[in-house]
């Protein structure tokens, strides 16, 4: 039987500590909607969405009442657009984008994910026609998200897909510059990008997907700082036990809603996504979890090994929470959602290059970030290259989802409302990359042995 | 993969508030009026706020749950506590391997 302690402990943990399972998300295989008429791919597109999603909102919710766990997002993610829209050989892919967007609508989820495109050892055809569409379909969307990825320790980095990043990336901003670059918010550049992450902007549904499944990313960070404080002046040995006991913890509702839902939908249970997944409301927060390890502020030394401790732990209790670990499962850390990182980088704690170091222990990456608007297509290639580089030779996943905030400099803020939040905008090294970024072609893959 | 179906129907009743004469009665007669049983009862205390959890069987009740949760909201409401009901799974999932 249940003692009333355990029963309490739950009940705290969702009404004061901001439990929630951050998404439950439907991944889609659109893989039978490609058609050499681009009216009629996009026809099957928005008949197959909304017939495969069509409960999934109202399932989400019923489980969210009876089971007493908020489920903040319902979302869906299908095959990269690409892959599809290749064989229509369509001019541009903004027509499917709108079509995503639709159908999102329909089944009345925030995000869809998957305008997507692979192209780590090179561009196909759709593949550039898709990255070249990425701009207007993200400004004349709402609910499109869109991902590329540009390289894979398997592969290397395809430079090439770098530097067109770097301008999609300022075009996108430039087209949605009356709401701060907010299209930029929707893209994220990869590498090692995994198939069946649940969390948007970089969800799609991988090729190796089967035909329809649920993935599920769970979140609390509120409950992990309450843990850490509780826990008290104890050694980092004893901490980290603390945060795998609550990881564990938390994950198991994860584990719990993906079942369910999966059940109730009658489609397969993917996996479930081991992140700590902040949000902008006060103690839902990455950054004050390091804090209440023990550092004045966010971004200062011992940042990165504090992390480390972290997202190991987190990772450790989740593993055995849950059947099918996946996705990205990692502590995120992106600026503008978390209140904790945005007073780091106010308070001069937090700079561009700390945050770089600290991907390299955790997922995802250099997220949700705003620079100054004049910041150069290049050295945002670069910034992107520097991030993918971590990411290839430590053979994890690292993203970069960076807003050359239009008109705004370095100590402005820039707001984008709801979920993404508000992201003070930091500074860029002034110094050029034009020569290494505008060289091209690839760069190989690592050796996979002197691991030094 | 193990089903999640439950071999009992079992819900959690959690009530918080403000003690008064007539919460207890309250609650069990919302159960009792939708025929679910109730198993357990424990009940504390807190800096003069009562805390009580109920663990009840919804197996032959006329509602579900959601239904259930809107009547003890209502309930609640009332009494000027807080109640609200779960599915017993949230917790036992939560704590026991």
């Known amino acids: 039987m249940l003692t009333m302690a355990e029963i309490m402990e739950t009940i705290k943990m969702v009404q004061e500590e901001n439990l929630d399972i951050r998404t439950i998300t439907m991944g889609i295989s659109l893989r039978d909607c490609a058609d050499p008429d681009a009216g009629a791919a996009r026809r099957k597109i928005y008949d197959k969405i909304t017939a495969r999603a069509g409960r999934l909102v109202a399932v989400g919710e019923q489980i969210s009442r009876e089971y007493g766990i908020p489920i903040v997002h319902k979302r869906i993610s299908v095959t990269p657009v690409s892959l599809i829209a290749e064989c229509s050989h369509a001019e541009d892919y903004v027509a499917y984008a709108r079509t995503l967007d639709e159908a999102a609508a329909a089944a009345g989820v925030n995000f869809i994910g998957g305008f997507s495109a692979l192209v780590h050892k090179g561009f196909t055809a759709g593949d550039r026609t898709l990255i070249s569409s990425i701009p207007a379909a993200l400004a004349g969307t709402e609910r499109v998200c869109a991902s590329v990825n540009v390289a894979t320790t398997r592969a290397g980095i395809n430079m090439d897909a770098v530097r067109l990043m770097g301008r999609v990336i300022k075009e996108t901003a430039a087209r949605t510059a009356g709401q701060g670059g907010l299209g930029c918010a929707k893209l994220v550049v990869f590498s090692n990008v995994p198939e069946d992450n649940p969390f948007m902007a970089g969800a799609f549904h991988g090729v190796g997907e089967p035909e329809c499944t649920i993935n599920v990313g769970v979140s609390g960070p509120g409950v992990v700082k309450n843990a850490v404080v509780r826990a008290g002046n104890v050694d980092l040995g004893t901490l980290a036990e603390t945060v795998k006991k609550t990881a564990f913890k938390i994950t198991r509702m994860g584990e719990l809603v993906g079942r369910l839902a999966a059940e109730r939908l009658g489609i397969s249970f993917g996996i479930v996504d081991l992140s700590l997944a902040p949000t902008p409301a006060v103690g839902d927060s990455v950054a004050e979890i390091l804090e209440a390890m023990g550092l004045e502020r966010c971004g200062t030394h011992g940042t990165t090994a504090a992390l480390a401790l972290l997202n190991d732990a987190v990772k450790k209790g989740g593993a055995m929470a849950s059947s099918y670990v996946g996705g990205l499962s990692g502590a995120f850390i992106p600026v503008s959602e978390d209140a904790g990182m945005i007073r780091a980088v106010d308070h001069g704690a937090l700079c561009l290059d700390k945050l770089e170091a600290m991907t390299c222990v955790c997922s995802v990456g250099l997220d949700m970030i705003a620079v100054p608007g004049e910041t150069s297509a290049e050295t945002i290639a670069a910034i992107i290259a520097d991030e993918v580089a971590i990411g290839v030779i430590n053979k994890k996943t690292t993203a970069v989802r960076i807003i050359p905030a239009p008109g705004k400099r370095v100590g402005d803020h820039v707001t984008f409302g709801g979920l993404l939040g508000e992201a003070p905008v930091m500074a860029v090294h002034p110094f050029s990359s034009d020569n290494f970024v505008c060289r091209g072609g690839r760069i190989p893959a690592p050796i996979q042995s002197l691991t030094n | ?97």
């Open chain 2, 1 to 97: 993969m193990p089903s999640t179906e439950l071999k009992k129907n079992r819900i959690i009743v959690t009530v918080l508030g403000p003690d008064r004469v007539g919460i207890i009665a309250g609650v069990a007669r919302v159960l009792a009026d939708n025929n679910i049983n109730i198993l357990d009862i424990s009940q504390t205390i807190l800096q003069e706020f009562l805390v009580m959890i109920m663990i009840a069987d919804m197996e032959k009740s006329r509602v579900d749950l959601s239904t259930l949760k809107a009547h003890l909201a209502e309930k609640g409401a009332a009494l000027g506590v807080r109640i609200d009901a779960q599915h017993e799974d949230a917790f036992q999932f939560m704590h026991r391997i």
